[in-house]
């Protein structure tokens, strides 16, 4: 944060301290429990009302859900890097311009006057053959 920003932003960090994880049983890859969360100034004067990982946590579970690829225990890994940082490339382009927005109800692009470019609503697969009949 500090190399992109400087000094000119307020930046904390909430740290969740986990227990202990059982590893017996059937039930060996679940998740640990939440034992603590102590906030942590880090640049500037956060407000300590204000921080929170509810957008981050978010937004990992949304790539989580459309990148199966980053969900535990399956088997659509990326067998390369370079597939990896393109399919997050993808994904966050998708997710940033082109997938509509909640409160907009229309793209971040479209919003931004990117999207002003319109394709004829022509099927391209069937309209050549009724052309030709």
């Known amino acids: 944060m500090r190399h992109h920003f400087g000094e000119n ?29 102590r906030p942590e100034p880090v640049i500037g004067n956060p407000d300590f009302d204000y921080i929170s990982t509810s957008h981050i946590e978010r937004f990992n579970l949304s790539v989580r859900m459309h990148l199966r ?20 490339a993808l994904f966050i382009a998708w997710y940033n311009f082109c997938r509509p927005h909640q409160t907009l109800r229309v793209t971040p692009a479209m919003e931004a006057g990117l999207g002003v470019l319109r394709l004829a609503r022509t099927n391209r697969w069937t309209s050549p053959l009724r052309a030709s009949s």
Do not use: C, E, M
Request: hydrophobic share 45%.
């Open 9 to 37: 932003i307020d930046f904390a960090q909430l740290v969740k301290l986990y227990a202990k994880p059982d590893t017996s049983g059937p039930d060996w890859w679940r998740p640990t429990k939440v034992v603590s969360v």
């Open 69 to 88: 690829r980053f969900t535990r225990l399956t088997n659509a890994f990326s067998k390369s890097l370079v597939h990896l940082k393109a399919a997050v």
